[in-house]
């Protein structure tokens, strides 16, 4: 019961094999029930190009009753090999992956019976959607690579939503909003690098804690002042599309990609500086020591503190991006709230991408897609209730970081302040 | 973290143990002067409520149109905004202690029963808060992050609910039937928490801010459905209560306090005796300090997180059972509040332990009886309470900014690790 139980020993590697290749094949058998065999049949057809594309790509035809079986047989067989075969990380992550796709497809193919769905404009809503969650998941991976846990992405993009709509509404300038939105979400960024660094505070009770003095504030001030001063203070211009010459007009993926305002554009610029800046270079080097082992990295002369400050701000300037996005960049005006959990959410996104920006992202788009996918659903008009729709991305979360991710590393100094004595 | 400074543990005291022939008095300032954590927690809430009403004066739409004056007439623009500021205080002092009007005329042979509704307004929006509290309070202790409570109070208002409007049963076991539903409800919540991070490690903080979605869209589901419809009612509502699932009151039907208090103190009691005094508690404690050396000691982590989860679970349930049964009567989609956050904080400002968790939410159980009462007399939004409560309790957690704020010295004894403080990592000296 000591030493055994201590040191991660190979009993416990075959369990996650076990959980890990249960979950695929279980993902594989409700695709074959499910939507298979308890399907409708008739053809679903998928849209692939949006009405005034000047190249148009012919709608997709699929089975809709055969397609959810061919898959739930991959599904169950992929979960079969991960039981039996110690497989790499990689075909790992390949096999979890094709499985959740699969699955997406069956419920595509069933929920779309006899219908037709634009997929384009679907993966288009993911694309946008997803914006604010994944600007929210890149501010938190640099928290928490540096080692300062970040609850308090909410708050971040509440409060840049905020000041971005009042800043774009007084000055009429778009830029000023975008950029005062942002310093905002550095603002508070700053509050929890203070209390978290120099008072030591627990990071994750003050993340929430930070949460709820944002949503305070900015609740009150809605009330109290945008209410009454609505045309003055809370009517901000939108940032309008601007599509990339050439390749916005490249079929199915031109709409998705590059048909968006400036905020999509800004997404990737920030995930390709976080990916690049934390793997390819000495600034991310000394960041992830920082987070990983404070004290050796002290010892080599890296200045423990000032980096965790530096990272903690940089990650509030990102999430307040995502939260002026909120306003500026698809409905403008303010309304209490507004953020409603997508900060929570791209918090999930880091943990379930295992703390790298690419899973990160990745994760978050999963999320972005189930949230376009309920608008759609609720116009093709599936016999599910509603309510049960909307639960069904947060609970998929929690069959995933149970039975797939499982006990997932964080970075190993993440949460513990470092104290010179 | 709590319990990783268990031999430090500073108790709040009023007075310094005495150095030499000091009399009471001198000892008290010297308290004072030293910033002991009681005078630091005091003065957190003072200064929060010194901010709180600057940001009310400011951004009063009236001080505002006299602050276009400030250069000419500054004592109008202050004067105002002093006049708004107190306006509201006052009106949340009448809300959550006392409104002297109420008093004069029950001295003229008015209501006596009016003079005491302020307090027991307080008390009663302390109560789920007490529950809420424990139920983050007490995983806290194991170094679990239950910031699910929204959730597990969902399941137990759902569970207490049904219970107490579906069923028939004799007065007295009606209500103690509906009370265990609640908590069982609740601890069916907790428990899956506590049974995935012990089976298969899942991160508790993702796992319970999941449910808490998961909860709430699930509660708008069942409240669709015939059996917990309203009849004649077509937005999502149960019947009411019976009669006999309600919570007693405790001082006439005039008042709402209710017999919820009693169990909240009993529910804080139990969890003070089941930390300090069982070998449960013990486990939890040594779980939460150290889990490697805990395992390593022969204890059973995995159980001690799914028992611990399956009593927060329960508790936030028993919060439930005391809005839906002492109360509200009946499970809207809203019904769980802010309650599972405001929790969170609570057992931040209470320091962790029971009775600061009691504390904690009599203090926030008036900012929300006061914030009632000031909503409707000064037009002031109500998120104002939330703007406070979230200053004190920054405030509490940073001891060194309270002291230089106000000019404190740092008290003599070594300086006590804060008790939410995280586990650093400390260099050797």
């Given at each position: 019961m000591t030493a055994a139980t201590l040191i991660p020993t190979g009993r416990r590697t075959v369990d996650r094999q076990l959980a890990a290749g249960v979950t695929l094949a279980l993902l594989g058998v409700m695709d074959l029930a499910?939507?298979?065999?308890?399907g409708h049949t008739g053809t679903a057809k998928f849209g692939m190009s949006l009405a005034g594309a000047s190249v148009h790509v012919p709608d997709l035809s699929l089975p809709a009753r055969g397609t959810p079986i061919v898959a739930g047989a991959i599904s169950i067989v992929l979960g079969a090999l991960r039981i039996r075969l110690d497989l790499s990380p990689a075909l790992r992550r390949t096999t979890m992956g094709a499985a959740i796709g699969l699955f997406l497809v069956s419920f595509l193919c069933w929920a779309a019976a006899g219908q037709t769905l634009s997929l384009v404009g679907l993966l288009q809503s993911t694309a946008t959607r997803s914006i604010p969650i994944v600007l929210g998941a890149l501010a938190g991976c640099l928290c928490e690579r540096a080692g300062v846990i970040n609850i308090a992405i909410e708050g971040q993009l509440l409060l840049g939503a905020f000041v971005a709509a009042v800043a774009a509404s007084a000055t009429g300038n778009l830029w000023v909003g975008l950029l005062t939105g942002s310093l905002a979400g550095g603002l508070l960024a700053a509050m929890l690098a203070a209390f978290a660094?120099?008072?030591?505070?627990d990071q994750v009770v003050l993340g929430v804690v930070l949460n709820v003095f944002a949503s305070g504030l900015t609740g009150y001030l809605y009330d109290r002042i945008l209410v009454t001063y609505q045309r003055t203070l809370n009517q901000p211009p939108v940032f309008r599309n601007w599509k990339v010459p050439v390749l916005g007009d490249i079929p199915i993926i031109g709409p998705v990609f590059?048909?968006?305002?400036?905020f999509l554009y800004l997404t990737y610029g920030a995930l390709f500086l976080v990916q690049a800046f934390l793997f390819h270079t000495r600034w991310g080097l000394r960041v992830r020591a920082v987070g990983e082992h404070p004290v050796a990295a002290e010892t080599v002369g890296i200045r423990v503190l000032a980096t965790r400050y530096r990272n903690v701000i940089l990650g509030g300037l990102v999430a307040g991006l995502g939260g002026a996005y909120l306003t500026i960049g698809s409905v403008g005006a303010f309304g209490k709230d507004i953020s409603s959990g997508k900060g929570y959410i791209a918090l999930a996104a880091l943990i379930f991408g295992r703390w790298t920006p690419l899973g990160a992202v990745g994760a978050a788009l999963v999320f972005g897609f189930a949230d376009a996918l309920q608008n759609v659903l609720s116009i093709l008009g599936t016999p599910i209730p509603s309510d049960v729709l909307l639960m069904l991305p947060y609970a998929a979360t929690i069959l995933v970081v149970a039975g797939l991710v499982g006990k997932v590393r964080a970075p190993a100094a993440d949460g513990r302040p470092y104290v010179k004595s | 973290m709590t319990a990783a400074a268990p031999a430090t543990d500073p108790r709040p005291s009023g007075e310094h143990p005495a150095e030499g022939p000091k009399g009471f008095v001198a000892a008290f300032v010297e308290a004072i002067v030293e910033g002991s954590s009681t005078t630091v927690t005091v003065l957190a809430v003072v200064a929060a409520i010194v901010i709180g009403g600057i940001l009310i004066a400011f951004s009063d739409p009236h001080v505002l149109g006299k602050m276009g004056h400030f250069f000419s007439a500054p004592g109008a623009a202050l004067g105002a905004a002093w006049d708004s500021a107190s306006a509201a205080y006052s009106a949340m002092f009448r809300g959550a202690i006392v409104n002297f009007h109420t008093v004069s005329a029950a001295s003229r042979g008015g209501s006596v029963t009016a003079v005491f509704n302020p307090i027991s307004e307080t008390i009663v929006n302390a109560t789920p808060l007490i529950f809420a509290g424990l139920a983050v309070m007490l995983p806290f202790r194991a170094g679990l992050f239950n910031i699910g409570a929204t959730g597990q109070f969902i399941g137990g208002a759902i569970v207490a609910g049904y219970l107490g409007f579906a069923v028939s049963l004799p007065p007295f076991i009606h209500v103690v039937v509906a009370v265990a539903g609640g908590f069982a409800g609740g601890a069916a919540v907790g428990w899956f928490v506590g049974f995935l991070r012990a089976r298969t490690g899942a991160n508790e903080v993702i796992v319970t801010i999941m449910l808490n979605y998961v909860a709430e869209y699930f509660l708008l589901y069942v409240l669709g459905t015939s059996p917990f419809r309203r009849p004649g009612r077509s937005d999502p509502i149960t019947p009411f209560m019976h009669g006999t699932a309600r919570l007693p009151h405790l001082a006439g039907a005039?008042?709402?306090?209710?017999a919820g208090i009693l169990v909240a103190l009993a529910a804080a009691a139990a969890v003070s005796w089941l930390l300090k005094r069982s070998t449960l508690g013990f486990e939890i404690r040594a779980v939460g300090a150290n889990a490697r050396a805990a395992r390593g000691a022969g204890m059973n982590v995995e159980r001690g997180y799914i028992l611990v989860m399956l009593i927060a679970g329960g508790l936030a349930g028993l919060a439930a059972a005391s809005v839906v049964l002492g109360t509200n009567y009946t499970v809207d989609?809203?019904?769980?509040?802010?309650y599972g956050i405001d929790a969170i904080t609570i057992a931040l400002l209470g320091r962790g332990t029971p009775l600061g968790v009691v504390l904690a939410s009599l203090l926030y159980g008036a900012l929300h009886a006061g914030g009632v009462t000031m909503v409707a007399a000064t037009?002031?939004?109500?998120?104002i309470v939330t703007v406070i409560q979230s200053v004190i309790v920054l405030f509490v957690a940073a001891p060194p900014l309270v002291r230089a704020l106000f000019r404190l010295r740092t008290p003599k004894q070594a300086e006590a690790v804060p008790l939410l403080a995280a586990p650093a990592v400390v260099t050797e000296p």
């Open positions: 499910l939507f298979g065999l308890a660094i120099a008072f030591v505070v590059f048909d968006s305002n400036v | 005039s008042l709402r306090i209710n989609p809203q019904i769980y509040g802010t037009q002031t939004p109500i998120e």
